[in-house]
């Protein structure tokens, strides 16, 4: 798959993946080995305006030179193939301070140690992530962290309460969504009713 190509090619080389941090659905399949479809995206963060710069000028390179980047917005590029012109997949990028951040430093193939972002981080976000939208994939992938037993409690808590300073997310029951979004995964109904009544929640806690 191009993807795993492309993950292969990047924290292959320590250069290239320096100051740049997978996150996310890819994180979770590719480093944490969940099992999880690949989607038509990248999500990584950056920690200085120099790590973005660097990252954005090799963009392609991992795949070499059959493949070059696009640049679609100040958040986003995508990859495409010179011989066909077709694009592939879609790269977000994002500054993320690190005080704001968890990560996790993983090996990676005996050749670099990767840091990307930890279980606890990637939960977190997901959890912000269902406050502003319903898909099926933020509830499973939740769900799935929760469910390797590998997050502590506190710590989510304390995670999600400082990057709530900076999203200014306006949401004070943790546990009790936890909860929710974990009883709604083991649910065998249709999507459909899981998404309402996850909406419900959702909107109930933050009054």
């Known amino acids: 798959m191009i993807i795993k ?14 100051g740049i941090h997978l996150e996310g659905g890819a994180a979770l399949s590719f480093y944490y080995g969940f099992e999880r479809v690949f ?12 790590d973005r710069a660097r990252f954005l ?3 392609s390179l991992p795949l070499g030179k059959d493949f070059y980047a696009k640049e679609l917005s100040k958040h986003r590029s995508s990859i495409i193939e010179r011989s066909t012109g077709n694009t592939l997949f879609s790269v977000d990028y994002y500054h993320a301070p690190s005080r704001f951040c968890d ?8 050749k670099t140690n ?3 972002h930890s279980l606890l981080d990637i939960l977190t976000e997901k959890l912000f992530c269902l406050i502003e939208r319903d898909t099926k994939r933020d509830v499973i992938d939740a769900a799935m962290i929760l469910r390797s037993e590998k997050v502590n409690a506190s710590e989510l808590s304390s995670l999600f309460t400082l990057k709530q300073t900076v999203k200014l997310t306006n949401f004070n029951n943790l546990e009790e969504f936890v909860r929710g979004i974990f009883r709604l995964s083991e649910q065998k109904v249709a999507w459909g009713e899981v998404c309402q009544e996850l909406q419900c ?3 109930y806690l933050k009054k």
């Open 114 to 116: 990767s840091k990307i």
């Open 57 to 59: 000028l090799d963009l």
């Open 103 to 110: 990560y996790e430093t993983r090996p990676f193939e005996g």
């Open 201 to 203: 929640i959702v909107n």
């Open 5 to 18: 190509q492309y993950l292969h090619g990047l924290y292959g080389n320590k250069a290239l993946s320096h």
């Open 39 to 50: 989607s038509n995206d990248l999500d990584f963060t950056y920690e200085t305006a120099k």
